[in-house]
């Protein structure tokens, strides 16, 4: 994935897909946080999209994100070559 693709909030995988109804994830610019999309296992449409963290810097080859569990601070960084587009197949 480019960071343009990133930037304009196309959905991605982290690596490659697992398995029908895997999360896809995509950045929210307004909000400057990754969102994650829980799909069916059925027929991978969406069924709820919420907050996954926040991603507070940007680089040239990736991010940094962190978010909160149970009290604690959990700190990612990802490379955008390391990010897999979804490609949405017809049923």
Do not use: H, W
Not at 23 to 45: F, G, H, K, L, P
Not at 57 to 69: A, E, P, R, Y
Request: glycine share 8%.
């Amino acid at each position: 994935m480019t960071k343009e693709q990133f930037l304009s909030g196309t959905q991605f995988y982290v690596g490659k897909k697992g398995y029908n109804g895997a999360s896809t994830y995509s950045y929210n610019q307004s909000a400057e946080c990754i969102m994650r999309q829980s799909r069916s296992s059925v027929d991978e449409r969406i069924v709820m999209d919420e907050y996954e963290c926040n991603v507070p810097k940007i680089t040239k080859t990736g991010f940094i994100g962190f978010t909160f569990v149970m009290g604690k601070k959990v700190n990612i960084k990802y490379k955008f070559e390391d990010l897999v587009e979804f490609i949405e197949e017809g049923i």
